[in-house]
């Protein structure tokens, strides 16, 4: 990779002074990891080539949010034909869908897909309608086993999910394995659907076959026209709030995290990514403001990419998930609370990997700002 080699995006960010969408050109060198701006309107360079250690080559890619010095930036088009050639060709969408027999296994999966390369887009925890169970389906309507496969898809809740990467239709079912599990514990022993599914149906996650298909399935789970798709599975009782920060979400930590926190006796009752503008995320961090000194790289952070947000569910759920959460401070934690999830995930006070509700009287009304709100 040359020093001289660079790629160029055409990227927005919206300016809350003024209330402008303003449009740059991004270049972005490998060889260095340094970065530079035009203002494309004035032709005037908006910032001079300078080392960036917080943006990463495959971030880059049409539609993806960047934050470059805080400033988040939408990436909208490819600047020159070298770059589209370069990074445009092979990057693919596809479905992930984790079923209700290993939803338990939701952290393992997760951890799997991002170790191979895949980046998680969009993740929503759901519960399907008999209906549409049957219009996901559609392809088995003649089979003899249609029925058992709709009672079965709807049985619980499920996880979707939008991962992206080269050629991501076919690596997704290569990484699934073949669909009767006790086949793949054969042919593909390191698969998801060996090291997780029972049989045939319950064979814990599915991938469509083809890119129609999986353009097809996306819209029913992800709707491209605003909709909200099947319902979240939110259940606004005996519940405390958890988000996992950006930063932990870009550095591939979101399965160790849900692991963890399984793992400690919590139930995840319901959980969506969600990418959150710079005015939700100060709604939500209000009663912060003025009391804690960080507040501004605070919001900052939480709506530098997209975050996860958690229903978590237990006796007692706020105290006692927010002491397993840990002091603020990882470096406090570690001293102190060695085995908190900020005490293992945390790198700074701000990038502290999640943020849990405070005081027991804010649980719902957190997990209601998430998935009632935010998921309309």
Known sequence: MSYSERFVFIVEWYDPNASLLRRYELLFYPGDGSVEMHDVKNHRTFLKRTKYDDLRLEDLFIGNKVNVFSRQLVLIDYGDQYTARQLGSRKEKTLALIKPDAVSKAGEIIELINKSGFTITKLKMMVLSRKEAMDFHVDHQSKPFFNE???????GPIIAMEILRDDAICEWKRLLGPANSGVARTDASGSIRALFGTDGIRNAAHGPDSF?????EM???FPSNGGCGPANTAKFTNCTCCIIKPHAVSE????????????AGFEISAMQMFNMDRV???????????????YNEMVTEMYSGPCV??????????KTFREFCGPADPEIARHLRPETLRA?????????AVHCTDLPEDGLLEVQYFFKILDN
């Open 344 to 352: 293992i995930f945390g790198k700074t006070k701000i990038q502290n």
């Open 149 to 155: 496969l709709i009672q079965f898809i709807s049985s």
């Open 309 to 318: 947000a958690l229903e978590i569910q237990q006796n007692n759920v706020t």
């Open 219 to 221: 819209e029913l789970f």
């Open 280 to 294: 939700n995320v100060e709604e939500f961090y209000e009663v912060y403001k003025g009391v804690v000194s960080e």
């Open 252 to 263: 591939g930590l979101l399965g160790k995290i849900l692991m963890a926190i399984r793992d």
């Open 212 to 216: 129609t298909s999986a353009a097809r």
